[in-house]
């Protein structure tokens, strides 16, 4: 029987939280042209949908995501020739990447097993990232005499510094989840068995939170990695200008002065 791309990428609201999950573990969860289509559509309905709060991005099996399956998509015929290749990058591993960086909603990643090329970066391009006790990470370009692609070069630096980026991309050595936690890859190790419940726990509380001030605190940190501090600053003020008109903000505020517990809607 002929699976779909909602087969293979799974994908429910639950509690204001928006499961995405890779379906396709006899491939270690490879991902096909149309299963990376699917996820950036369904990225982009979350960020447009008010229901939606929070985002989880799994898989199902022993591995996470263990690169690109280029077998999954249409190749043109003919001849390659100059600018094919960097078109495919665009259009393809770049789009995905950053459609989880440019996600309006706090998007967190539960790796259960080996994440792996573009299934690294997926995963490490995602807000906050839980990670099983047998999950690895490896830059498996190189093994392939290949340049990283998916923002691998961009995502690296920015988590653990440029000498150790380098050290991960050159030898392409597998990195143990606990080793990853050290490095900053990972913000929690936990046992396999915990993983969606502790995704689930970190989800929900995200999808309580103050949606539109998590937003903008999501972009100015991504920004902050890439401008001066005077862009920073500024970039910062005008987000508090339009966060102070949303009625979270209101709530959070008048909630301290009331001295009780805030509930925040997402508006």
Not at 83 to 94: E, P
Not at 147 to 157: C, F, I, R, S, T
Not at 210 to 226: E, F, G, H, I
């Amino acid at each position: 029987m002929t699976r779909t791309p909602e087969d293979e990428v799974l994908h429910r609201i639950d509690n204001g939280v928006a499961w995405i999950t890779l379906n396709r573990p006899e491939a270690m969860n490879a991902v096909t042209w149309d299963q990376r289509e699917r996820v950036i559509a369904l990225l982009a309905e979350a960020s447009a949908d008010p229901g939606v709060r929070a985002v989880v991005v799994t898989a199902t099996g022993k591995g996470f995501c263990a690169g690109a399956d280029l077998r999954g998509g249409s190749t043109p015929a003919g001849e390659r020739v100059a600018g094919d290749v960097a078109r495919m990058i665009r259009l393809g591993a770049q789009r995905l990447i950053t459609a989880v960086l440019d996600c309006e909603k706090p998007v967190l990643a539960a790796v259960n097993g080996t994440a792996a090329g573009i299934g690294a970066h997926l995963a490490l391009a995602c807000d906050l990232v839980i990670a099983a006790e047998p999950a690895r990470f490896i830059e498996v370009f190189v093994r392939r005499g290949l340049v990283p692609d998916g923002g691998g070069a961009y995502l690296l630096p920015r988590l653990v510094g440029p000498q150790k980026a380098k050290e991960l991309m050159f030898f392409g050595d597998a990195v143990p989840a606990v080793e990853a936690e050290r490095l900053g890859l990972v913000n929690r190790v936990v046992p396999a068995e915990e993983l969606e419940a502790t995704a689930r726990a970190w989800a929900e509380r995200l999808a309580q939170g103050p949606t539109r001030a998590l937003a903008m605190t999501k972009q100015l940190v991504n920004a902050s990695l890439d401008g001066d501090r005077a862009a920073a600053l500024a970039a910062e003020a005008t987000a508090q200008e339009i966060n102070m008109t949303t009625a979270d903000a209101n709530e959070g505020v008048a909630s301290f002065v009331e001295r009780r517990t805030p509930k925040y809607l997402g508006r």
